[in-house]
């Protein structure tokens, strides 16, 4: 199963050709990390950030070391990038153009996105440290027919994607192509997985059927002999329940290719002497 570092991996690699691409994948960076301070776990995002700050003639450091992160027990030290915020001056989500939005929403998933693909489902979100900027992204991506939901936690906002359809139109939009290949991969493995599931209980079922059916035509075949009725009964009758005994396991269409008749005609016998078994009973 493809990982998400693999996927934001992926996303780091795409180098746009066009300048207001890598201007409007910038601005996507500082609007996921909420500021000019861009602060990521993922060395490749770091390195993203500082090729297209330097691919559009603005001075940057090399990525440095943060400050560490506590959360209980458990410390994560970042990477951090200080870029300009002037690159966002004048750029609108409203007048860009298509390709420029999609690199936009690139910029965003990097900086502030997670990517989980589980056996209960992909899922994909944003932590955002203001409402303000989450309802945007909401915006942004209902723009681009991806529906994303809204949350909270620990004082942050989040807007996350949860559907199998919804993440892979998001995942195309934004150029993981592998990833999505992962998405349909794993969804037509699951598809494969659930029919074989059901016929295999169907099948279960049938067995289960056969074998109580047969039972039932055993004993009734057994009072018949043990009462001296079956010895008097048809050819017929008495050839099925013969072969019955003799194969004890066996379906109607294994009994009736043995008999030579239908299977229609095999399930009236079994069934008629099981009718004059429990008439007997009476």
Same mark, same amino acid.
């Given at each position: 199963?493809?990982?998400?570092?693999?996927?934001?991996?992926?996303?780091?690699?795409?180098?746009?050709?066009?300048?207001?691409?890598?201007?409007?994948?910038?601005?996507?960076?500082?609007?996921?990390?909420?500021?000019?301070?861009?602060?990521?776990?993922?060395?490749?995002?770091?390195?993203?950030?500082?090729?297209?700050?330097?691919?559009?003639?603005m001075a940057v450091d090399p990525p440095r070391p943060g400050a560490f992160d506590r959360r209980g027990?458990?410390?994560?030290?970042?990477?951090?990038?200080?870029?300009?915020?002037?690159?966002?001056?004048?750029?609108?989500?409203?007048?860009?153009?298509?390709?420029?939005?999609?690199?936009?929403?690139?910029?965003?998933?990097?900086?502030?996105?997670?990517?989980?693909?589980?056996?209960?489902?992909?899922?994909?979100?944003?932590?955002?440290?203001?409402?303000?900027?989450?309802?945007?992204?909401?915006?942004?991506?209902?723009?681009?027919?991806?529906?994303?939901?809204?949350?909270?936690?620990?004082?942050?906002?989040?807007?996350?994607?949860?559907?199998?359809?919804?993440? =892979?139109? *998001?995942?195309? !939009?934004? &150029? @993981?192509?592998?990833?999505?290949?992962?998405?349909?991969? #794993? +969804?037509?493995? /699951?598809?494969?997985?659930?029919?074989?599931?059901?016929?295999?209980?169907?099948?279960e079922a049938n067995l289960a059927r056969t074998v109580r059916a047969a039972d039932r035509q055993l004993?009734?075949?057994?009072?018949?002999?043990?009462?001296?009725?079956?010895?008097?009964?048809?050819?017929?009758?008495?050839?099925?329940?013969?072969?019955?005994?003799?194969?004890?396991? =066996?379906? *109607?269409?294994? !009994?009736? &290719? @043995?008999?030579?008749?239908?299977?229609?005609?095999?399930? #009236? +016998?079994?069934? /008629?002497?099981?009718?004059?078994?429990?008439?007997?009973?009476?």
């Amino acid at each position: 199963m493809l990982v998400a570092g693999e996927v934001k991996g992926e996303l780091a690699r795409i180098h746009p050709a066009r300048a207001c691409c890598r201007r409007a994948e910038l601005v996507g960076l500082l609007h996921g990390s909420g500021g000019s301070t861009l602060r990521t776990l993922d060395h490749a995002t770091a390195r993203t950030a500082v090729h297209l700050a330097t691919a559009l003639g603005m001075a940057v450091d090399p990525p440095r070391p943060g400050a560490f992160d506590r959360r209980g027990d458990r410390s994560r030290h970042h990477l951090v990038v200080e870029l300009d915020p002037g690159v966002a001056d004048g750029w609108s989500w409203a007048a860009a153009p298509s390709h420029d939005r999609r690199a936009f929403v690139r910029g965003v998933l990097l900086a502030s996105g997670s990517i989980s693909f589980t056996s209960s489902g992909p899922h994909v979100e944003f932590v955002l440290r203001h409402r303000r900027t989450a309802d945007e992204l909401r915006a942004n991506l209902a723009d681009l027919d991806v529906r994303a939901l809204p949350a909270e936690r620990r004082g942050r906002h989040l807007v996350y994607l949860k559907g199998q359809e919804e993440i =892979a139109a *998001l995942l195309q !939009l934004v &150029g @993981a192509n592998r990833g999505v290949l992962e998405l349909e991969t #794993h +969804r037509v493995g /699951r598809d494969v997985r659930a029919r074989l599931n059901r016929l295999l209980n169907a099948e279960e079922a049938n067995l289960a059927r056969t074998v109580r059916a047969a039972d039932r035509q055993l004993s009734a075949i057994a009072r018949l002999e043990a009462d001296g009725r079956l010895a008097r009964l048809g050819p017929g009758l008495r050839e099925t329940a013969a072969l019955r005994r003799h194969m004890p396991d =066996a379906d *109607l269409d294994t !009994l009736a &290719g @043995a008999l030579g008749v239908s299977r229609s005609a095999v399930n #009236h +016998r079994l069934r /008629r002497l099981v009718e004059l078994a429990s008439d007997e009973e009476k």
